[in-house]
């Protein structure tokens, strides 16, 4: 019963956040002079109209995925990664220069190496934060910020320098097409990241749930004196390893998206995902599971932005507003206590007090 009590209080905040976005957009749009009922139908039409919308739904949905599966993980260990925008930067400029300039690969090889790639770079990214972290107390917030604008600006290099197109001139900083052999295929006119992403949350909850290092690593987030003290939980470990696999999960976004969607890496596409992440992995309550319908939330948002603005001249720019409420909603430590003043803050949840870590 008490599991029952605690599933429901911690499904309702996401539910009350939700609500109070969608009620205070639709103040917004009538104080504006629009009818609140035509932009969110044609918002839904939009987001899941026909089989063309659901695809650009699931195709907006697949990198808030890997980046809020990034963000749970770390969340779990009491981590805060914010630096898993320049991981997934560097992730996907790494696959699609192994895609477009590695030509001497055969096909499926090819495709291992993008991937591969774009892997390593998110995890060695995450690995210098976590190190950072771990034996230098360096908060990783900080050093995260930080390393954001190193990716940044170490891209907008790579694209106007060894890596750039040189058909394009020197008009366009991006890097080129990468090959057809290492495009990922949509499966069924649905892109296949977002089932790859899918496998990986299911995995990762099952990881989470049922290792032994799964259990350290919550272990760590619900209280790091006390998991060493009790359990004999190596910190400087678990922090450097929950920061690598974090990374590793952006980056392999990073790359899905270079090679699955755009095809190339081009500065400036996709700005805002990996602080997109946050809200999704605060959404879903920092449960792998909840991931994916939050971000089909968020991807559908995105994807019917477009036909909301033609239906009712209502402008982009509302989604954006309402993904900062629910961010503002779901973050909100005071609201939580307000509503559910007998919640214990670590059950079912991020810790919305004393921390960023998770209980299960």
Same mark, same amino acid.
């Given at each position: 019963?008490?599991?029952?009590?605690?599933?429901?209080?911690?499904?309702?905040?996401?539910?009350? @956040?939700?609500?109070?976005?969608?009620?205070?957009?639709?103040?917004?749009?009538?104080?504006?002079?629009?009818?609140?009922? =035509?932009? %969110?139908?044609?918002? &839904?039409?939009?987001?899941?109209?026909?089989?063309?919308?659901?695809?650009?739904?699931?195709?907006? *949905?697949?990198?808030?995925?890997?980046?809020?599966?990034?963000?749970?993980?770390?969340?779990?260990?009491?981590?805060?990664?914010?630096?898993?925008?320049?991981?997934?930067? =560097?992730?996907?400029?790494?696959?699609?220069?192994?895609?477009? =300039?590695?030509?001497?690969?055969?096909?499926?090889?090819?495709?291992?190496?993008?991937?591969?790639?774009?892997?390593?770079?998110?995890?060695?990214?995450?690995?210098?934060?976590?190190?950072?972290?771990?034996?230098?107390?360096?908060?990783?917030?900080? !050093?995260?910020?930080?390393?954001?604008?190193?990716?940044?600006?170490?891209?907008?290099?790579?694209?106007?320098?060894?890596?750039?197109?040189?058909?394009?001139?020197?008009?366009? #900083?991006?890097?080129?097409?990468?090959?057809? *052999?290492? $495009?990922? #295929?949509?499966?069924?006119?649905?892109? @296949?990241? %977002?089932?790859?992403?899918?496998? &990986?949350?299911?995995?990762?909850?099952?990881?989470?749930?049922?290792?032994?290092?799964?259990?350290?690593? $919550?272990?760590?987030?619900?209280?790091?004196?006390?998991?060493?003290?009790?359990?004999?939980?190596?910190?400087? &470990?678990?922090?450097?390893?929950?920061?690598? =696999?974090?990374?590793?999960?952006?980056?392999?976004?990073?790359?899905?998206?270079?090679?699955?969607? !755009?095809?190339?890496?081009?500065?400036?596409?996709?700005?805002?995902?990996?602080?997109?992440?946050? !809200?999704?992995?605060?959404?879903? $309550?920092?449960?792998?599971?909840?991931?994916? #319908?939050?971000?089909?939330?968020?991807?559908?948002?995105?994807?019917?932005?477009?036909?909301?603005?033609?239906?009712?001249?209502?402008?982009?720019?509302?989604?954006?507003?309402?993904? @900062?409420?629910?961010?503002?909603?779901?973050?909100?430590?005071?609201?939580?206590?307000?509503?559910? #003043?007998?919640?214990?803050? $670590?059950?079912?949840?991020?810790?919305? @007090?004393?921390?960023?870590?998770?209980?299960?």
């Amino acid at each position: 019963m008490h599991r029952m009590i605690s599933l429901t209080i911690s499904l309702s905040i996401p539910a009350l @956040s939700l609500f109070l976005s969608f009620a205070g957009a639709a103040l917004l749009i009538t104080l504006s002079g629009q009818d609140p009922m =035509l932009a %969110f139908s044609g918002l &839904f039409q939009g987001a899941v109209g026909d089989l063309e919308a659901v695809s650009r739904t699931l195709e907006k *949905a697949t990198p808030l995925i890997w980046n809020g599966l990034a963000l749970t993980l770390a969340f779990k260990a009491g981590l805060f990664n914010i630096g898993v925008q320049g991981q997934f930067l =560097l992730g996907a400029i790494s696959a699609a220069a192994i895609g477009a =300039l590695a030509c001497n690969l055969p096909g499926p090889l090819h495709l291992a190496a993008a991937i591969v790639g774009g892997v390593l770079a998110g995890a060695i990214y995450g690995m210098l934060q976590g190190a950072l972290k771990a034996y230098r107390g360096a908060h990783e917030v900080i !050093t995260g910020i930080m390393f954001n604008y190193i990716a940044i600006n170490l891209t907008d290099y790579l694209t106007k320098g060894p890596f750039m197109d040189r058909e394009a001139g020197n008009l366009i #900083p991006r890097t080129p097409m990468v090959v057809d *052999a290492c $495009r990922i #295929p949509d499966m069924v006119s649905f892109p @296949s990241g %977002f089932f790859i992403a899918t496998l &990986f949350s299911v995995g990762l909850f099952f990881f989470m749930e049922l290792t032994v290092k799964g259990f350290e690593i $919550r272990a760590v987030g619900e209280g790091a004196p006390a998991a060493r003290s009790a359990a004999g939980i190596r910190i400087p &470990f678990i922090t450097i390893l929950v920061m690598i =696999l974090s990374g590793a999960l952006a980056g392999i976004g990073g790359a899905m998206e270079s090679l699955g969607v !755009t095809g190339r890496f081009q500065p400036g596409f996709n700005p805002g995902l990996g602080f997109e992440g946050i !809200t999704i992995a605060l959404l879903a $309550r920092a449960n792998p599971m909840g991931v994916i #319908p939050a971000s089909l939330l968020l991807g559908g948002m995105k994807a019917g932005a477009g036909a909301m603005q033609f239906a009712s001249d209502v402008p982009t720019e509302m989604i954006d507003m309402m993904v @900062s409420m629910i961010l503002l909603c779901v973050a909100a430590e005071k609201l939580t206590a307000f509503l559910f #003043p007998f919640r214990n803050p $670590r059950q079912n949840g991020l810790s919305l @007090s004393g921390g960023w870590g998770a209980g299960r």
